[in-house]
């Protein structure tokens, strides 16, 4: 019996290709893991401590390095910001650089805001334990905004409701 030969090889790796899906893998979300790898925080000692949040669903993952100047009124900490690490679109910024930071410390640490200038953005972090509704009746609660603004105060990013990885804000 004979069988049509197939012109060349082409038809049957045309084949192959349709029956094999070969898109790349999507990567995954930023995450924790791409702020740790800044190392950062990895020297950090007592009084000295630091934070790390992420939003995968957003695609953004900070830590922060804060350190301990003095005490403040009451049970109040001053903090400083001595580092600052952003994973934001699949980049992550790794900054130790005192001069792009402040860090506001309030009464108790409640209403605490942690910002850094990271390429043309001002990011803002808050740090707030309030009621999460109703002053009188509400559970107080964590919440830690994030924000990012461009040179003419406009909204670049956010504000983006971050979830606390580790650390004890």
């Excluded at 830690?144 to 003419?152: G, H, K, N, S």
């Excluded at 406009?154 to 504000?159: E, K, L, Q, R, S």
């Amino acid at each position: 019996m004979n069988y049509p030969r197939p012109a060349g090889l082409a038809p049957l790796f045309l084949a192959f290709a349709v029956a094999c899906d070969v898109t790349p893998p999507v990567p995954p979300p930023p995450n924790a893991e791409d702020v740790y790898a800044c190392g950062l925080h990895e020297d950090v000692e007592t009084p000295d401590n630091f934070l790390v949040f992420d939003k995968e669903s957003e695609g953004l993952a900070l830590l922060i390095v804060r350190k301990w100047e003095e005490q403040g009124a009451g049970m109040s900490a001053i903090y400083s910001l001595a580092a600052f690490a952003i994973t934001h679109e699949d980049t992550t910024r790794c900054l130790n650089d005192t001069a792009l930071f402040d860090y506001q410390s309030s009464h108790h640490n409640w209403m605490d805001e942690a910002t850094a200038e990271v390429d043309e953005l001002t990011w803002t972090l808050g740090i707030s334990f309030q009621p999460e509704d109703d002053p009188v009746t509400s559970p107080w609660v964590w919440t830690f905004p994030l924000e990012a603004t461009d040179a003419a105060g406009a909204t670049a990013v956010g504000p983006v409701l971050l979830d606390l990885v580790e650390g004890n804000p």
